[in-house]
């Protein structure tokens, strides 16, 4: 190793906020010169920055090899084939780069790789002798994003792991579902995160069993839940409980009244507790009937009426979820005036269903259970239907849960109430079962001499968005703040003055440094002792040792990033007191 | 560390040759499981293949480092504007790889980054004082070959180490590009190649100075001269020597004859003898036409007429260097009926010329010196003009440098007479000048206040072809042959018996080399020791030792694969022998 120099390094800080930053890793990374923005969602990576990217690669790379599984690398630039086999070059809709070769062949640029570690397989492996197997990579990859955001936390190219476990049989694949499982808790352990790992859908990758790991932060864009019990899940995983049925025997038959100007549950509430005011009425008691519009990968639209209780607007997100790989669209005025048994503002249950008059399919919140009565559209304008019960008066073609989820809601698994948080996915580990394996027919010879399908998973963790989430959870008002195992020097020397005394000793300290193995970075800039201490606040090294005016009395002051301590030690003792001060950090 | 065992490694080696391999490093790397094709010129690295990518970087990182470059990483999907301002996004043509984004941002796959890298010099410095730098990444390059070939040696996706310099004027430059070239001749040497740096054109990457690292192989694509004095340049770089003017004082008047039935040089060589029988005639003193089509990167054509010696070819390769980043097309039956005064067959210089009735550009070889008198075509059908003398009776528009290179031309700087080799480019240094930062406006202060432009250099080394080129270099008939600072591990112990013993003594002969830091492959398999040999030669790690038979007498074998050396050793002194058999390597 030699020690960097400031004076030489390819960086600049900056005193203003990049006009695009809308969070303070994005903000800092910038600012601090560790990466630069090349277009919507690309960034390059400065050394510093570099240095850390490389810091993370080395963990992941530790743990991974750690539980057996085996480092290759697959180009980036695909054929369109295997992609067109497994369905996902239409599934992953706009979200896939897509382009043409000199020869008008279709290619793409992977977003993940399981196809092509698919064949692989397939072409190097035959027997149940050669399971179980897990591969991996760290890699680019390519997601032309709607809204590329917040820097490195959504980017359009970045940086992933992505591994893959073959198995011969589902008792194999729990295994190696779980061996990743734990390493990728050591990984985000030794990464240093605040983080929780929640239950997850598995959307456009297919498969059933799926968890994420999140970085819980109030910038995240993923909405997840967590009970006292234990139980946690993103908010498109969370699964409502579902009620007992309702002894319906009581209540009356329905009936249509007039209720003119009631366009929301609000006023349509308040029209009921005038006409009823005996009776106790909240949006709860309601029954709102949302129609959307599912566009299907190839191409075709079905319309889809979904029925919530009112006290809940239908989550865009768990809908999303729910629909992938199919797009949800919005019921426009034109597709409205070419049903006319839907009356918009009055759609009431009785012409919905593949069955009714619309034709359209009609799906219905979990908590719309046999004998509960509601209020909802009578299907003709001003006037909605009271007492219509689930299952008397009405049923649907089946459940969907995608109402949104609120603080205190129960947990399905009966641990208590929910809490509503946020969080940044960082990592993904998904049992992908055999849909892969079946479309791509990756098949072995199991110990009967059958041919067998191999079940697989799939895990990710996203690489470059790691940096910026341990930089959003470390950061300060007044720059970065690494942990140790990731920064990219361990120490920062300053030599703030103008005595050629004050940078001979900032030197020889580094050099001390240097020679016992800890990764130094020298200011040897001809700078204000303010600007090198801003500089070293910005670039968050976890220990900064400033040689200047205390050089005459014979100290040297040891600072700590994290903790903002500063201590005078005695110039002698500098390297030892440096070393110290490194070891608590850890 | 830990031993890794070819039982658990995912690797299965080939006993047939793919069938698309046409050179020996492309068969043996796809056979012993290093790489896999994924599309033409696309390939997967699989673990032994990674392992030798990763020792290739890391030798040229070392060395990029140790002449102060700093590394950084760009990314590789790129907007087109930059590349639209140096014109290389017309002047790349087929070769680039673009694509558009969902918004309908043209974009591409980055063939190299010199527009990324002044850009970023431009946001970061403003300063002579920050000059000199050299940034560097290791990274995915994409160009999308017409003829991808030969495995890793000619791809579409690839690896590369591509560094920038900056310099505030020319000496800076110059010694820039001096320690670049220092650093590649220690890299070059490390790999343990057989190269020679040969004179360049700096093709489409525009700028002046340029020099190519070859290795030396009967396989390469690249043709180079030497001589004995020193002089090596790649055949696009040739400049041939321009002889002395000729005294023409005692030369006739040139005069037309009838050369009917002369399609051809040698055809007209022999009527010429027929006529004049008490001269010597030979095809190099005929003065053939070509006419060829330039399209130009906007997509208009010209015609270009050249005249050579009629016993050399116009060299393709020379011409297409010359024309870049122009391309060279044929010129077509339809063009010569549209242009009559070119009779096909007989041009002569008179009707060539922009001031002639063609209105054709007419260039000549360095060879057509003033006063030198040439049988060349008269512009008639059937009739060839003698005695036609430069200078005298014709002239051109300018001289073009594009024949063919005979074996035994003199050297242009005299230094012997030439002679030809074949190589592939491994590395290619280039002084740029301020080509880019004047189309992208990278200026600094100079010490005087002054915006002064700055000046850059550009060099690649290409990593993965670097791989394919070792390999290429020291395999054999048997299989791959690794130097122990490339190969995958330095020792491959192979277990050949059935006995319990056997297993036990190579898994712990593997456990005492990994414990003194030598990376140690284990053959575990239950396979036959002739399986296990073949295996062992094919991947190709410089030192094998064999646990079997011999163990009984207490002693193993040690085999160095490159030599083919086989010694017997006792047990007790195996990891001391095998030890210093690899110091013996080097």
């Not at 277009?39 to 240095?51: D, K, N, T």
């Not at 706009?94 to 070769?101: A, P, T, V």
């Not at 990219?488 to 004050?502: Q, S």
Request: hydrophobic share 40%.
């Amino acid at each position: 190793m030699s020690i960097t120099r400031m004076s030489q390094l390819f960086v600049r800080t900056l005193r203003e906020d990049p006009a695009d930053a809308e969070v303070a890793s994005h903000r800092w990374l910038v600012r601090a010169g560790y990466i630069r923005r090349v277009a919507p969602g690309i960034y390059s990576w400065l050394p510093l920055g570099l240095r850390v990217l490389h810091n993370v690669e080395r963990i992941v790379r530790e743990e991974m090899d750690a539980i057996g599984a085996q480092e290759v690398s697959f180009p980036a630039l695909l054929p369109r084939e295997p992609y067109e086999a497994t369905g996902r070059w239409d599934d992953y809709g706009d979200n896939l780069f897509r382009l043409r070769d000199r020869r008008d062949n279709d290619m793409l640029l992977g977003p993940t790789h399981e196809e092509m570690f698919t064949l692989v397989v397939k072409d190097l492996y035959s027997s149940y002798k050669d399971l179980p197997l897990a591969i991996y990579q760290i890699q680019n990859k390519y997601r032309d994003e709607a809204r590329p955001r917040a820097g490195l936390l959504r980017g359009r190219e970045f940086i992933m792991k992505d591994s893959y476990s073959f198995d011969i049989d589902d008792a194999g694949l729990d295994e190696s579902y779980r061996r990743h499982r734990e390493a990728y808790i050591r990984i985000f352990d030794r990464l240093g995160f605040d983080y929780e790992i929640v239950q997850a859908t598995a959307g456009a990758m297919g498969g059933s069993k799926s968890e994420e790991f999140l970085a819980v932060s109030d910038i995240g864009e993923d909405t997840f839940v967590r009970s006292p019990g234990g139980y946690a899940a993103n908010v498109e995983a969370v699964q409502t409980l579902r009620p007992e049925p309702v002894d319906a025997s009581n209540t009356p038959a329905a009936h249509v009244e007039d209720t003119p100007e009631t366009p929301t549950i609000d006023t349509l509430v308040a029209v009921a507790r005038e006409l009823f005011p005996d009776r106790e009425w909240s949006a709860a008691d309601t029954l709102k009937n949302v129609v959307v519009k599912l566009r299907h990968p190839d191409g075709s639209t079905e319309a889809l009426a979904i029925g919530i209780p009112g006290d809940r607007q239908v989550d865009a997100k768990r809908l999303e979820a729910w629909a992938d790989p199919s797009v949800v669209e919005e019921f426009t005025a034109e597709d409205f005036a070419q049903n006319p048994a839907l009356v918009q503002g009055y759609i009431g249950p009785q012409a919905l269903g593949e069955e009714s008059a619309s034709g359209v399919r009609y799906l219905t919140d979990p908590r719309i259970v046999e004998g509960t009565a509601w209020v909802t559209g009578a299907n003709e304008a001003g006037r909605h239907v009271f007492d219509l019960v689930c299952g008397r008066d009405f049923t649907s073609d089946g459940s969907i849960d995608v109402a949104e989820v609120f603080d205190g809601d129960p947990a399905p698994d009966g641990s208590g109430p929910l809490t509503l948080a946020r969080g940044m996915e960082m990592g993904h580990i998904f049992q992908l079962g055999r849909k892969y394996a079946e479309a791509l027919e990756l098949k072995v010879l199991d110990p009967n001499g059958k041919q067998v399908v191999v079940t697989m998973g799939s895990y990710g963790i996203g690489v470059s968005r790691a940096v910026a989430a341990v930089a959003e959870g470390t950061c300060d008002d007044k720059g970065l703040s690494w942990p140790r195992d990731l920064a990219p020097f361990e120490v920062h020397v300053l030599a703030t003055g103008k005595g050629e005394d004050v940078f001979a000793k900032a030197t020889e300290i580094a050099e001390e440094l240097d020679a016992a193995g800890v990764t130094v970075l020298l200011d040897d800039r001809k700078a204000s002792p303010g600007v090198k201490f801003a500089d070293s606040e910005l670039l968050g090294m976890p220990v900064s040792v400033v040689v200047g005016r205390g050089l005459a009395d014979g100290v040297v002051e040891v600072r700590t990033r994290s903790t903002g301590d500063r201590v005078d030690v005695p110039v002698a003792d500098a390297v030892g007191a440096i070393r110290e001060t490194l070891e608590r950090l850890g």
